[in-house]
C-alpha cells in the first residue's frame, strides 16, 4: 500500500516553509479562502511523486519554472512516502536558471540523476501520473476525466492500476515475434515452390498442349466451312445486282423532271415576295411622307411657347421673392411673441427669488434654535451613557465573581460527594461480605446441630447456632444503618449541588440578561466603552458604585429614555433643516442663474428691433404684391408657386419634345431614300430571274403567279416526289451495299484460303479421322483459358518466391522442406496457445472493473443524492445513465442540472477508484485526494459527501482521505484532522 508521510514545500508556487507530516490514517480537512495554497497542495504531492506539473502557463506538463514563486529563484520540495513499508524520500529542486535537481533515498539506497530517478520512481509506485488521476486524485473541476478517456487511455490506465505489466511481460515473451512469423513464412514458401516446380507446373503444361491439339483441329475444320459459306454468298449478292438494276433506272428519270419543276416553282416564289416587297415599300413611303409634312407645322408653333416659358420664369422669381419675404415676417411675428413671453419668465423669477429667500431665512431662524436645544440634550445624554457603561461594566463583573465563587462551592461539594461514594461503597461492599458471611456461619450451625442429635449436645448446638445467627444479624442491622447515614449524607450533598446550580443558573441569566450571554468577552467591550467616553476603569464594584451615585446626583428628575429619545427627534430634525436650507439655496442660486440668463435689457431691445423689421416687411409687400396678381392675371395663369412651377415644367418639356420631333425629319427623308433603293434592288433581282428561265413571262400579276404555282404543284404531288427520291436513295443503297459485301466477302475468301496454309500437317492429315466436333469447342475453349490460368499463375508466383526467397539456380526436396514447416509450425502454435491464456486471464481481469465499478456506483449513489437516484448504468465507454424515476427509465447523464451531473461523476470517479485498487495488489494508493467536490453541492448532499468520506464506503476502501474545500459549512469535528491555510502557510491545524 501507499501512503503519504511527509510533505515539505518551500518557494513552490505560493508555498513557503511548508512542513506537514501526515498520520497514518484518517479524514483529513484542507481548508482555506481561494489562492491561499489548498489546491498546490494537492499539486506538489503529484509534483513529488512523477516530477511533472499538473498546469502550466505554457500548457504543458514540462514546463516546470511555472511552479517557483514569482520572485524566487528555485523552488524546493520534498516528499516522503510508504510503499510496502519501506520509506522513500523524494526531493525534487527547481531552478529558474540552470537545471533541475531530483533525488530519491530507499532505506541506504541514493539515487541522484532525474530520469534514473523517476525511472525508479515508476518501478516502486507501480502507476504513472496518469492513472493516479484517473483513480483517486480527483482534480478541481475535472470530475468528468474519466468519462473523457478514450479506450486505449483508458485501458492504459486500468494495466497500470491492477499492476498488469508483469502479466504483459509474459505475455510478450510468449507471442510469435514477426521474425518468426517470416521464418514459418519463408519455410512454407519454400515448400509451396518445390511442389510447384517438381509436380504441378509439369502435369498442367502436359494438358495444356493436349487441349491446343484439339482446338487447332476444330478450327481447321471451322475454317473449311468459312471458305464454302463465302462463295455461295457472293453468287447470291451478284443475283440480287442484277434484278435491280431497272428499277434503278425508271425511278433517276422521274427525278429529272422533279427536279426542272421544282427550279421553276422556286424562281416564282422569288417573283411573288419581290412584287410584294415592292407594294409594301411603296406604302411606307406615302407614309413617311404626311409625317414630315406635320412637323413642319409643329416647328411654326415653338417661337410662342418658347416666349410663354420666359415670362413663366421670370414671375417664378418674382414670386418665391414675395413668399421668402411674407416667411420673414411670419418669423418676426413669432420672435416678438417669444420675446414678449421670456419678458413674463423674468418678472415670474424675480418673484420665485424673493419668496425662496423669505423661506430660507425662516429656516435658519428654526435651526437656531434647534441647534441649542441640541447642546443641551447633548451634555444629558453624555452623563447617561455614562451612567450606563458604568452600570452595565459593574454587572458584569459582579456576575464574574458570583460565577467564580458558587464555581468554588460546586468543587467543595463534589470533592465532599466523591468522599463520601467511596465510603458508600466500601460499605455496602462490607456489608455483602459479612452478610455472606452471616450465612455462611448459620449454615454450618444448622449442619453442626443437625449433627448433634437431641441429646445435651444437641441442644448445645442449638444454642450455639442461635447465638451465631443474633450476632450476625445484629452485625448486619448496624452495617445496614451505617449504609443507610451514608445514602441521606450523599443526597443532602446532590441537593447542595442541585441548589448551587440554580444559583449559578439565576446568575447565568442576569448574566445573559446584561451581557449577551457573555462574559469575559463582553466585560473587556464594556471597559473599552468606558475609555471611550474619557472614563478611568474602577477599581472594584465599590468604586463604580460611587461614580454611579455622583452622576444620578446630576440626572435627578431625567428620564433616560425620554433625553435619548428628543435628543434622536432633534438631531434628525437639524439634518432635514441643513438639508432643506442647503436645498433653499441651490434653489436661488438656479433662478439667479436663470435671471442671468434671460437678460432683460438685452430682451427689450430685441423686441423693438423685432417690430421695425415687422413694420418694413409689411409696407414691401404691400407693395410689389398686387402688380404681380395683375402680370399673373393677364397670362392667363395662377398666381402660386407650385402651379406656375408646373405650368413652367409643362411648357419646356412639350418645346423639348417638339424639338425632337422636329429632328426627325432628316431620318424620315433618310428613310424614303432607302426604300426607293430597296423597291430597285427587287426590281434589278426580278429581271435577273426573267433571263435565267423561258417558261416565265413578264408583266404577270401576283394572281398569275399564284396560278402558275399551283399547276407546277399539281405536276411535282402526281409525281410523288418524296417517295420518289425515297425510292431511288434506296435501290442505290441495297445495290451499293451488295457490290460492298460481295468485295469483303472475295477478301475474306482469299484471307481464308492462305490461312489454311498455316495449319500443321499433323492436324490436315487427322482431319480424315478425328472424333472431334465442332460442338466441343466451347468446352475445349473454357479448358484451354483454365490451364492457361493456371499456368500463368504458377509462373508468376514461381518467378515471386524465387526472387524473394532468392532460389535461382537452387533445387529443393519436397519432403525435406515439408518436415521443416510441420516442426516450426508445432513450435510456434503451443507458445501462441500460452499467449493467449495469458491474455484472456489479463482481460478477465480487466474486464471485471466495469461490473465491479457499477455495483459500487450503485451503492455510493443514494448516498451520495440523498436517497433521490439508486440505480445506475455504465456503458462500456464509461458512460453514465442513471434510472429517473420520473420518467421510469434509464436517461443520459446530460439530461440533468449541473449540480447532479457533477454529483453523478463524483459517483463514478470513486466506484472507479475503489474497483481498481483493491487491497490484494500491495502497492495500490492508500489514499485519495479530493479537490473542491463539494462546489456544485448544496447543504444536504454536501453532508451526504462528508459521511461516505468519513464513515461510508470511501473510508473503508482508503487509509488517508484528503479533502480540499474553501467552504466554510463543513463541520472539523467530523474529519480526524484539519489543516487551514492563508496566503501558502499554515494558520491552523491538529495534526499533533
Known sequence: MIKIKKLVADKFKQLKELEIVFPARGSFLIEGLNESGKSTLFEAIYFGLFGEALVTEAGTRRALVDLIDYHSKYAYLELQVEVRERILTISRTINRDSSNQWKLE???????????????????????????????????????????????????????????????????????????????????????????????????????????????????????????????????????????????????????????????????????????????????IEAIKKQIEELDALSEKIPAKEKLITDILILGKRLARINKLEDNLKLEKENIISLDKELGQVEKVKSNIAVEEAKQKQKEGHLNSLMDKENVLGQRLKLINEKEALENWRWAKHTLEGIEVINQKEKEIQTQKTIK?????????????????????????????????????????????????????????????????????????????????????????????????????????YEAQLLKLNLPLPEGIHEADTLITNLSAGLEGVISEEIKENYSKITREIAGLQGAIASSKGIIENYKNESNYLNEPKILQDKERAVLRRDKLI????????????????????????????????????????????????????????????????TSEMNTIYASTTQISRGLTLKDYERLKNKILGEIKMLQEETTFHELKDLQSKIDAYRGEISLREKTLKALEVETQKFSHKAVKSLKYTSVRLQDEAELLKQKEDVEAKIGYLKTHLDKLCRELHLENVTLEVAACEKEVIDLEQALKIRTYAEQILSNARNNMVAKVLPNTIRNMQKILPLLTCDR???????????????????MRLCAKNIFSGGTKDQFSLALRIAFAISTLPEERGISPSFIFLDEPLSSFDVERSQALIYLLTKGEIMQAFDQIFVISHSQILDQSLFNYYIKMDNGKITEHNLG
Open 619 to 682: 409696407q414691401i409687400i404691400n407693395k410689389f404684391k398686387p402688380k404681380l396678381q395683375q402680370k399673373v392675371k393677364g397670362l392667363d395663369l395662377v398666381l402660386d408657386r407650385e402651379r406656375l412651377l408646373g405650368e413652367y415644367n409643362k411648357l419646356k418639356t412639350e418645346v423639348k419634345r417638339d424639338f425632337q420631333d422636329t429632328s426627325k425629319k432628316d431620318q424620315l427623308l433618310q428613310k424614303v431614300a432607302e426604300r426607293n433603293s430597296i423597291i430597285n434592288n427587287f
Open 421 to 525: 461514594e467511596e465510603e458508600k461503597n466500601k460499605a455496602r461492599s462490607l456489608y455483602k461480605k459479612k452478610l455472606f458471611a452471616g450465612l455462611g456461619l448459620l449454615t454450618i450451625s444448622v449442619i453442626i446441630s443437625l449433627l448433634g442429635g437431641s441429646g445435651i449436645i444437641g441442644l448445645i448446638m442449638w444454642l450455639i447456632t442461635l447465638l451465631i445467627v443474633g450476632i450476625g444479624v445484629i452485625y448486619i442491622k448496624k452495617t445496614r444503618d451505617i449504609i443507610h447515614r451514608l445514602v441521606l449524607k450523599l443526597r443532602e450533598l446532590e441537593d447542595e449541588i442541585l441548589r448551587l446550580e440554580g444559583q449559578r443558573q439565576s446568575t447565568k441569566v442576569q448574566q445573559s440578561h446584561h451581557l449577551g450571554e457573555q462574559d469575559e468577552t463582553r466585560l473587556v467591550e
Open 869 to 887: 437516484y439508486h440505480d445506475a448504468e455504465i456503458t462500456d465507454d464509461y458512460k453514465i445513465r442513471v434510472w429517473d424515476e420520473r420518467a
Open 106 to 284: 530507499i532505506g541506504d539506497e541514493e539515487i541522484t540523476k532525474n530520469n534514473p530517478v523517476n525511472e525508479r520512481l515508476m518501478l516502486e509506485l507501480g502507476l504513472d501520473g496518469d492513472a493516479l488521476l484517473n483513480s483517486c486524485f480527483v482534480e478541481q473541476k475535472k470530475l468528468e476525466k474519466l468519462e473523457g478517456l478514450t479506450k486505449p487511455e483508458r485501458e492504459k490506465s486500468l494495466m497500470k492500476l491492477l499492476n498488469l505489466d508483469r502479466l504483459l511481460e509474459l505475455e510478450y515473451k510468449f507471442k510469435v515475434k514477426r521474425e518468426e512469423e517470416k521464418d514459418l513464412q519463408s519455410k512454407q514458401q519454400k515448400l509451396e515452390w518445390a511442389k510447384l516446380k517438381n509436380i504441378d507446373l509439369p502435369k498442367i503444361m502436359d494438358e495444356k498442349n493436349k487441349t491446343d491439339f484439339k482446338l487447332e483441329i476444330i478450327n481447321l475444320l471451322k475454317l473449311n466451312q468459312k471458305i464454302d459459306d463465302e462463295k455461295i454468298n457472293i453468287k447470291r449478292l451478284v443475283k440480287s445486282i442484277n434484278l435491280l438494276q431497272p428499277q434503278k433506272v425508271e425511278k433517276e428519270l422521274k427525278v429529272q423532271r422533279l427536279e426542272e419543276l421544282k427550279k421553276t416553282q422556286n424562281y416564282l416564289e422569288k417573283l411573288g415576295f419581290n412584287l410584294t416587297q415592292i407594294k409594301e415599300q411603296e406604302t411606307e
